[in-house]
């Protein structure tokens, strides 16, 4: 992607040229966004619902939402289940093989935290945020395939205002509000305060 | 075959085995001393159960449960056989050679619960990764990385 990137910083300084920026940016962001190939991480029962949806009765063909066994085939990696510690590592190798730009959705609540495998537990990553960046998340144990449809929809406006020059990437409009950092919450603001929990 | 039956057919083949065999839930489960194991394993393959299903320990706090579920194609039946082994020296012989399907779960039970089976040809980690410390269910197990679950939950 180093020649795209030059060509968007060039074109972001030279006079006039964020108009053709805007325009490079529109048809690339809609070209990625409706060609969003997945990488299905599923190691658990969330990937019984990965493969439903890939199949004719939700037919996520449709979107453009193409499941690729290569990971360098692929735009999204889509982990679907609980990722244990011996586990991890394989799923940071295959992250590493897919070509930018790439995208993670974490689906279901062990890939978001551990799930029910949070509390007494000695082999489960509490989420798959702790080694990946994950752009997507759908609660749910396990999610239904339209909850995945809907992370797809969301990750396409995630996608949409995206720019190939740094700097220039439109905010973009959540149907629901969201926070920017979804670790910063309440309970972080209390921990910087100093508050014992 | 029916498990009164069975119990017949194991007591009349082998009478020093007939009081050990005891009948619970409607399932047959024989409990040897933990050096009595191979050969009573062995009486039990003779016998006709000719299919070691699975190999799983419970830890029973001061000594660890073994249970071997066999099962016998010929008879379409199947029975426990148990032994209790020591948390100090939790040493067993290996069944492995009688049926070769405990190769595998002889190292799971031994990942897990660290119980040694002596005459096993490759006991090694076979879940956890190599350079694992402890055997994690265990009750006693602790790691750094494990969350407790608070009374509130």
């Known amino acids: ?197 | 075959m029916n498990i009164n039956k069975l119990r017949e057919h194991l007591c009349a083949t082998y009478p020093d085995l007939c009081p050990l065999f005891s009948i619970e839930f409607g399932d047959g489960s024989l409990t040897v001393a933990p050096e009595r194991l191979h050969s009573a394993a062995s009486d039990m393959r003779d016998l006709g159960f000719d299919f070691l299903g699975m190999v799983t320990a419970v830890d029973r706090g001061e000594t660890f449960e073994l249970v071997y579920r066999i099962q016998s194609r010929k008879m379409s039946a199947g029975i426990f056989l148990k032994a209790y082994v020591s948390r100090e020296e939790p040493y067993i012989s290996s069944v492995y050679d009688l049926w070769p399907a405990a190769d595998w779960q002889e190292r799971e039970v031994y990942d897990m619960f660290g119980i040694i089976f002596e005459g096993h040809p490759d006991l090694r980690r076979i879940l956890l990764t190599d350079d694992w410390v402890g055997y994690p269910l265990r009750k006693d197990y602790e790691d750094e990385r494990m969350i407790r679950r608070p009374d509130y939950i």
């Open chain 1, 1 to 197: 992607m180093a020649l795209v990137d030059d060509l968007g910083k060039a074109l972001d300084r030279s006079p006039g040229g964020s108009i053709i920026l805007t325009s490079v940016d529109a048809i690339l962001d809609w070209s990625r966004g409706k060609s969003l190939w997945t990488m299905p991480m599923g190691t658990a029962c969330c990937a019984m619902e990965l493969i439903a949806a890939s199949f004719s009765k939700f037919d996520f063909d449709r979107h453009g939402t193409i499941p690729r066994p290569d990971p360098r085939h692929t735009d999204v990696m889509v982990v679907a289940g609980t990722i244990t510690h011996k586990m991890a590592p394989a799923v940071k190798l295959l992250y590493a093989q897919m070509p930018e730009p790439k995208w993670v959705i974490a689906m279901g609540n062990c890939a978001i935290s551990g799930g029910i495998f949070y509390y007494d537990t000695y082999s489960v990553v509490r989420g798959v945020d702790e080694f990946l960046p994950v752009d997507v998340y759908i609660a749910g144990c396990p999610p239904r395939p339209e909850a995945l449809q809907d992370a797809i929809f969301q990750l396409r406006k995630k996608v949409a205002g995206e720019s190939i020059a740094s700097g220039r990437e439109r905010k973009v409009e959540y149907l629901l509000p969201r926070p920017e950092d979804p670790r910063k919450g309440d309970l972080a603001a209390e921990a910087e305060d100093g508050e014992d929990r």
